[in-house]
Every structure is written in structure tokens, then in C-alpha cells.
T-cell receptor
Framework: RKEVEQDPGPFNVPEGATVAFNCTYS??????FFWYRQDCRKEPKLLMS???SGNEDGRFTAQLNRASQYISLLIRDSKLSDSATYLC?????????FGDGTTLTVKP | GAVVSQHPSRVICKSGTSVKIECRSL??????MFWYRQFPKQSLMLMAT?????????EQGVEKDKFLINHASLTLSTLTVTSAHPEDSSFYIC????????????FGPGTRLTVT
């Protein structure tokens, strides 16, 4: 079993849709959690950190459930520019483990 | 803030030659830098972790004599692919972390290596 698992997708949604990604992790000692986005043939870029209380940044909401060991990312009112691969990252004492990513395609 | 540069962005070399890739943190001091490689449609694979002034820690299966890493200063790390072969062709990405108490990583734009 992988340390960090994501549904690879692809998720194909129309503009304006709401889409949610989940990510599960196996290391209960994990301390920090992040979502990155990666565009095709580009480097990953930090999208947002994930806090225990949940956090929101515009159309993006991240949630953490430590008991069930999963994090989620909700994107509301999807834009064409949201098309990318979304990477879940779990950190334990400085060591980051990346999920394989979930691919999102937003269509007009 | 938190800008990481990488050079070169693209390199084509002949089999048997060595290639050096530079990774620089431009506006912060990077106590730790990471080197990844990524094949098309695959996830990032961590190759090694380097802390300034000490030897790099390589992941299992990564040959340290083939992928030489030098983290000489708090703003510069280099990866040298020695005696490159076509199977080393890949997208190499560095990332840097330096904020005290934060584990966020900031990635360089990557180097696309093609070995002919």
C-alpha cells in the first residue's frame, strides 16, 4: 500500500462545477499537509497548506481528518484554468511524501 | 518571495557525457534542498535530500556515484549526472525549504534532460 494515495482520475467537469479530491495517508505521525498543483511539463506549485481546522482560499477549501487519515480539496465554480494535476503532500518530521496526483480537466 | 531557479531549463547531451544542473533559492536561505525526477505521466520521485554543508542522503535505488549532489551554500545546490545514458533522460526538479518551522517546499522550474 502506498503511503499517500489519491484517486488518479481523470476528473472531467464542466466550467462552474464543484469538484472534490480526497487523499489518504498511512503514517499517523504525519504533521503537515499540503496541496500542490502541477501543470503539464511544469514544476509543482504550492496551492495551499491544510490545517486541522480546515482552511479556505477563495474557491478552494482544504480539510484534514486526522482520525480517518485523509485530506480533501474542494474546488467551487471551476474555471478552465483549474485544469491541472493536483498533488497531495504529507510531511513527517521534514520528510515529504507526494501522492501520484489527481488530474482535473475543466471543459467549457 | 520563495523563488527557486534552476539552470539549464533544457539540455541535450550525448551518451557518456556529464551534465550539471544548478538549483538556487533566490530570496531565502535553503537549509534543505531536494532533487526529484519525473517521467512523463508519472509522479515525482525523490532522488536525494541535501542539507547545506553535509553529504546528501540518497533514496534507495539511486546511485550516489552517478548522481552527484553538492549543496555548497545556503542558496545553491547542484546535481551532476555523470556518464549520462538515454535512460537518464527525464525531467529533473529541485525544491528548497528554508523557513523555520515550515515544511513547505518551493520548486524550481525543472530541467528537461535528453540524452542521445
Amino acid at each position: 500500500r502506498k503511503e499517500v494515495e489519491q484517486d488518479p482520475g481523470p476528473f472531467n467537469v464542466p466550467e462552474g462545477a464543484t469538484v472534490a479530491f480526497n487523499c489518504t495517508y498511512s503514517n499517523s505521525a504525519s504533521q503537515s499537509f499540503f496541496w500542490y498543483r502541477q501543470d503539464c511539463r511544469k514544476e509543482p506549485k504550492l496551492l495551499m497548506s491544510v490545517y486541522s481546522s480546515g482552511n479556505e482560499d477563495g474557491r478552494f477549501t482544504a480539510q484534514l481528518n486526522r482520525a480517518s487519515q485523509y485530506i480533501s480539496l474542494l474546488i467551487r465554480d471551476s474555471k478552465l484554468s483549474d485544469s491541472a494535476t493536483y498533488l497531495c503532500v504529507v510531511n513527517d518530521a521534514g520528510k515529504s511524501t507526494f501522492g501520484d496526483g489527481t488530474t482535473l480537466t475543466v471543459k467549457p | 518571495g520563495a523563488v527557486v531557479s534552476q539552470h539549464p531549463s533544457r539540455v541535450i547531451c550525448k551518451s557518456g557525457t556529464s551534465v550539471k544542473i544548478e538549483c538556487r533559492s533566490l530570496d531565502f536561505q535553503a537549509t534543505t534542498m531536494f532533487w526529484y525526477r519525473q517521467f512523463p505521466k508519472q509522479s515525482l520521485m525523490l532522488m536525494a535530500t541535501s542539507n547545506e554543508g553535509s553529504k546528501a542522503t540518497y533514496e534507495q535505488g539511486v546511485e550516489k556515484d552517478k548522481f552527484l549532489i553538492n549543496h555548497a551554500s545556503l542558496t545553491l545546490s547542484t546535481l551532476t549526472v555523470t556518464s549520462a545514458h538515454p535512460e537518464d533522460s527525464s525531467f529533473y526538479i529541485c525544491s528548497a525549504r528554508g523557513f523555520r518551522g515550515s515544511y513547505e517546499q518551493y520548486f524550481g522550474p525543472g530541467t528537461r534532460l535528453t540524452v542521445t
